[in-house]
């Protein structure tokens, strides 16, 4: 209260003060500029000038107020450069679905510094130009893209990926995939690409080391699975059989298949593989390991082709395949290749009535059987030489309903 006295006396002080300075005095001033001339008296000019000053400095900090970030204004003009750029960004991304790779990079590129996320603006960039064969701009976005956001290397790295694979760079790919793998080794779509890489690059090595992985993460169906086995089966057979030809020891060889086959579990599920793989023990003279094979497959499942490649063995307990055969015979009486089978294994066994029987109930059911052919022989060499051609001649007109017709003598 003292103190509001002694400010109220001081200003009445001053106050007085000015005032007879005033009247004593007004001053005059005077200021002609461009034809134009102003008069007034030096008090007056006094209080326009601290008037003045008063207006400039309340003028600065309202305007610097308003502008500061956080205010009311700054919030507003940045809301409106914020949503142009989401615009452009949406309208960016709607060009790169379309297909417009050109206008779709210029969008995503010009908005990304204004939005709050510009990781998506970028790799979308990235991808447009990549379609554009743009390769090098892609890959400088996609580093500016980490640089801003390096948190988010996994994102961007598979996104590298896909543009690597897009642009048929396997390699480069695998590399960026593999590293991928490391970080996540159940991201579904990372295994995928690994499969796809692995594919072009026809490493079935590694593929068949990932088939156990992608098994049990369930990223292939039974029918793609039995897919992916299939060609890496034939293309480790073709290097197997190229092998073979350089010299290489055939015992070897059928132990890589052995333990292919068995690492490869829906191979079985296909009849074609199974047939190959038994021709593929023969072709490799291990007719043991084939006859065991072929046995425990048709005991399981019944094929008319591997019954054939079973009547084709040698150096086979013969009388133990028979005794298989004529198990399966009470199973599927009307099997040709199964009767013949059964022929060729009891003429094995020097069981030339047995034999016989099995040929001519192959013949009854099919007259175009093999089996016309073996019974001739059989008969020849027991001297019914009169049977014996009538069969060959019999046989030969069941050939000949494929040759082409011609004049005969």
């Known amino acids: 209260m003292r103190k509001f006295f002694l400010i109220m006396i001081l200003f009445l002080i001053l106050g007085g003060t000015l005032g007879l300075l005033m009247r004593q005095d007004s001053g005059y001033i005077l200021i002609a500029f461009a034809g134009v001339t102003i008069e007034t008296s030096f008090w007056v000019f006094l209080l326009f000038i601290i008037t003045l000053l008063i207006v400039l400095d309340w003028s600065k900090r309202i305007l610097f107020a308003t502008l500061r970030p956080g205010s009311s204004l700054a919030k507003l003009t940045g809301n409106i450069s914020q949503k142009r750029a989401s615009r452009n960004t949406i309208k960016g991304l709607l060009e790169l679905v379309g297909g417009n790779w050109l206008k779709a990079e210029k969008l995503l590129t010009k908005s990304a510094d204004k939005v709050p996320y510009p990781l998506i603006n970028y790799i979308g960039a990235a991808y447009a130009a990549s379609e554009q064969d743009e390769h090098s701009r892609s890959k400088t976005l996609l580093q500016t893209a980490h ?241 014996s051609q009538q069969l060959m001649l019999t046989s030969l007109n069941h050939s000949s309903r494929n040759l082409k017709a011609l004049p005969l003598p």
């Open 147 to 387: 640089q801003l956001t390096p948190e988010a290397d996994f994102a961007i790295s598979f996104a590298q990926s896909q543009i690597q694979m897009r642009q048929k760079h396997y390699e480069s790919a695998l590399a960026t995939l593999l590293r991928l793998n490391k970080v996540k080794p159940k991201h579904r779509q990372v295994l995928k690409m690994l499969v796809q890489a692995y594919t072009h690059l026809k490493d079935w090595d590694a593929l068949l080391a990932l088939t156990p992985k992608l098994k049990k993460e369930g990223i292939l169906d039974d029918a793609n699975m039995l897919e992916l086995e299939k060609k890496a089966f034939l293309a480790l057979l073709e290097n197997m059989q190229y092998r073979s030809k350089l010299g290489s020891a055939p015992e070897e060889l059928i132990r890589e298949m052995e333990y292919l086959w068995h690492k490869l579990s829906e191979l079985d599920k296909d009849e074609n593989m199974r047939v190959l793989y038994a021709r593929s023990l023969i072709r490799f003279n291990n007719n043991q390991k084939a006859e065991e094979f072929i046995r425990q497959s048709l005991n399981h499942e019944w094929s008319e082709t591997l019954i054939f490649e079973y009547g084709h063995l040698d150096n086979i307990n013969a009388k133990r395949a028979l005794q298989a055969a004529e198990s399966w015979l009470k199973k599927y009486p009307e099997s040709t290749n199964l009767l013949l089978v059964c022929g060729r294994l009891s003429q094995q066994q020097k069981l030339w009535g047995k034999s016989k029987e099995y040929y001519q109930s192959a013949i009854d059911l099919d007259p175009s059987s093999e089996a016309l052919g073996e019974l001739g022989r059989l008969l020849n060499a027991l001297g019914d030489t009169e049977h």
